[in-house]
């Protein structure tokens, strides 16, 4: 499933850039209402906090990548590590970044719908990490999807 928003209001003023960068488990299973639920509480933090990033979920996994400010990050991940939908949350990276990949998008979400097949799901996800600049991103996404074909 495809679900993106647009978020032009992230320009940066010499403020430096952070990164996190996270996969985790889900503690129940996610319908289509919910992840949209999902993504649009999510879009409606990060754009108040500047942050942008990438949510991508398998049907029992969560992979996301945020990037902005730091102060704002780190109310997000506060807000992440706290909630209760999902545990087993592993750090992949955490720390600064020359540059946003996902400028421009809020949050971009890509999940795996219900008997869609896995094709499907890895050819959107290959699409949404097109344009990223930092190939170990785009890479490690698309394997990402890929490990739950």
Not at 69 to 90: F, K, M, N, V, Y
Request: aromatic share 10%; hydrophobic share 40%.
């Amino acid at each position: 499933m495809r679900a993106d928003s647009f978020s032009g209001s992230h320009k940066e003023n010499d403020m430096a850039l952070f990164r996190f960068i996270y996969t985790s488990t889900a503690c129940a299973p996610f319908g289509e209402a919910e992840l949209l639920h999902l993504r649009l509480t999510g879009e409606n933090q990060n754009d108040r906090h500047g942050v942008t990033g990438l949510l991508v979920f398998d049907g029992l996994r969560f992979a996301q990548l945020i990037e902005g400010p730091e102060a704002g990050l780190s109310h997000i991940i506060d807000r992440i590590t706290r909630d209760p939908r999902h545990e087993q949350i592993l750090v992949r990276y955490r720390g600064p970044t020359a540059e946003r990949q996902f400028a421009g998008w809020a949050l971009k979400a890509r999940w795996k719908s219900a008997g869609a097949p896995s094709d499907n799901f890895i050819g959107e996800v290959q699409a949404a990490v097109a344009s990223v600049s930092d190939r170990d991103v785009a890479t490690a996404f698309v394997d990402f999807a890929r490990a739950a074909a």
